[in-house]
């Protein structure tokens, strides 16, 4: 599939212009919050980008037992490409989450804030992904393997978030809390604009970059056609 | 600019800087194709060159 | 009913090496002890005994890569796994012998660690076995399979820990609420489902990551 530049293009500015819009509403319109004051306005870029993590890794799951079940090898790029957009979303949100719990507690790290310590697992494991990878051979079962390796990051997610939630009981007790906030309409419409502006931006990136690794591995069968 | 504000804007911030990263590593990978894609153009107009004067002896024969 | 003995022959064979060459429990067994002896001297003084069943658990996760480290080196080194792909029973087998012998050896260099843990820092609770003995299920269910993904790769023995430790938070997480717990229950249903979840998951794979 060739860089569609008419797809793509619309995609990349839908992206652009919920994301525009969203960071307008975030500090024009959307109230602010009794308890946290100004701080709060994070949220809107820390949850959308967390979220966008988590369905960019559901996405290369997804395409991973497709590889699996059609023995496809076509879907491996995008799963890899996939868990590639996933990993960058899951920086962003150690990040931010680091940035919101400097302003509000005068920490760069919480043990108790749950939705970062799981990030942290899975930035770990799936940093691994990329190490099964460059340490593999190119073929079917490289293809094999780190789909079922995408498989288990996703199996990982809900157990892992259990774990957290059960070590809390014994691990350093949950100091700091942060009281989600009670979202009101303009709130909530805020967040919805932008988090689709995030999961918009999540596919363009997705599609641009397969299409950037489609056309390498064009070029290096074409390569080998010519050479032989 | 409150405490607060900074590091809004530094949280805004680092997503976009992310962003053009991505670009900028990105246009490196294009680039590098480009040369790719010219390396391979030059090696198949060479072959098809070289294939020609063999197609012209062939009739003589 | 062949599928069980084909299980049970693989894991015969297994443990048999094992029992000949002795190289993999042997080791398992004198680095888990070095390891609680270090951790004598890595406590300072005032720390808790609770730190001490922390520091037993990561013992435990780190023997365990030791052993399923050399899970699959004979196959590769003598291309064993070649022959076993190609033996006419289901690929998954493999998986379930080598789990089965990986337990084993887990269970036996616990059966050294525990008395070793209880001499030098305090007495083993029953929960605590208890958990150590789901925990060893889902390290080996894990284990496996991702010791034959590290042994197709170049990195091998750099990479099974990678690919190991984020999958074994949970257990430790599972293990430790288990031993120190006032309501262990709670923390060994945790360490059952995790077991049945990934063991379910790693059967069912293990086909794709050993084929070429």
């Known amino acids: ?228 | 600019m409150t405490t607060a504000e900074k590091y809004v804007a530094a949280a805004y911030g680092v997503f976009v800087g992310v962003l053009l990263l991505y670009i900028v590593i990105y246009s490196f990978k294009m680039s590098r194709l480009e040369r790719e894609v010219r390396e391979l153009a030059d090696l198949a107009e060479s072959r098809a060159r070289a294939s020609e004067p063999e197609r012209e002896q062939a009739p003589a024969l | 009913m062949t599928y069980l003995a084909d299980v049970a022959a693989l894991a015969r064979k297994d443990l048999l090496l094992e029992l000949r060459s002795r190289d993999t429990l042997p080791a398992m067994l004198l680095f888990v002890v070095s390891t609680l002896v270090v951790f004598h001297f890595s406590l300072p003084s005032g720390s808790s005994d609770l730190a001490a069943v922390g520091l037993l658990w990561v013992a435990i996760v780190f023997t365990a890569l030791l052993g399923l480290t050399r899970a699959f080196v004979a196959e590769r080194e003598q291309r064993l796994m070649d022959g076993l792909v190609l033996a006419p029973c289901d690929r998954s087998a493999i998986w379930l012998a080598k789990g089965l012998s990986i337990v084993a050896f887990l269970l036996l260099a616990e059966v050294v660690a525990l008395p070793a843990y209880a001499l030098f820092f305090e007495p083993v609770s029953g929960q605590m076995v208890a958990g150590i003995l789901l925990a060893d299920l889902g390290i080996a269910a894990v284990g496996t399979l991702l010791a034959a993904m590290a042994a197709a790769s170049r990195a091998r023995e750099l990479l099974l820990p990678l690919l190991f430790l984020p999958l074994a938070i949970p257990v430790i997480v599972g293990g430790v609420g288990a031993s120190v717990a006032d309501d262990p229950a709670r923390y060994l249903g945790f360490l059952g489902l995790y077991d049945l979840i990934f063991a379910i998951l790693s059967w069912a794979s293990f086909e794709y990551v050993v084929t070429e």
């Open chain 1, 1 to 228: 599939m060739s860089l569609r530049n008419n797809r793509l293009g619309a995609l990349a500015l839908a992206a652009a212009a919920l994301l525009s819009a969203g960071v307008a509403l975030a500090f024009y319109w959307a109230p602010e919050d009794a308890d946290q004051g100004f701080s709060q306005r994070i949220f809107y870029i820390h949850v959308s980008v967390a979220l966008t993590a988590y369905a960019s890794f559901g996405w290369a799951a997804w395409k991973a037992l497709r590889l699996l079940w059609r023995r496809d090898e076509r879907y491996d790029l995008e799963s890899y490409t996939a868990v590639h957009v996933g990993v960058m979303f899951g920086v962003l949100t150690l990040v931010t989450g680091s940035i919101w719990a400097r302003i509000s507690w005068g920490v760069w790290w919480s043990w108790g804030e749950r939705q970062l310590v799981l990030f942290l697992v899975l930035f770990l494991f799936y940093s691994a992904y990329f190490m099964l990878r460059y340490s593999t051979e190119p073929g079917p079962r490289r293809a094999r393997m780190s789909a079922v390796y995408a498989l288990f990051g996703v199996v990982l997610i809900p157990i892992s978030f259990l774990a957290i939630r059960l070590a809390e009981n014994f691990i350093h007790p949950v100091v700091f809390t942060r009281e989600g906030p009670q979202m009101s309409g303009s709130m909530f419409f805020t967040f919805l604009v932008s988090l689709a502006g995030m999961v918009a931006l999540a596919f363009a990136l997705h599609q641009t970059e397969l299409a950037g690794k489609r056309l390498d591995l064009r070029l290096q069968e074409l390569r080998k056609a010519l050479a032989s």
